[in-house]
């Protein structure tokens, strides 16, 4: 795989985390919503689950935005290092 391929290749990781990362948000805040309705509902069994969810789904949001920040440094050090941001001339 040369360069510029491995490039578009990180790229596409890249895009796949911040799907990830969407997906995440919408489970915290659903998660979220769900314990605010138990409270309204006076279930606390599933409010306190709710809570639960909401704090593992909050810390793997933690770990994804983590994640993503990483990987966009290792993905430009890389295209610096082999001159892909440079605008090749025709």
Known sequence: MDNR???????RAIRLLEDLKNSQVAMVEKASQLQMDAMSFNFS???KNM????SRYNESL??????????E??????????????????
């Open 5 to 11: 391929a491995k490039l578009e290749k990180m790229d």
């Open 45 to 47: 069994e599933m409010e």
């Open 51 to 54: 809570g639960d969810l909401f």
């Open 62 to 71: 933690d770990l994804v935005n983590t994640e993503i920040e990483r990987f």
């Open 73 to 90: 440094i290792k993905r430009n050090q890389f295209e610096q290092k082999h001159g892909l941001d440079k605008v090749e001339e025709e």
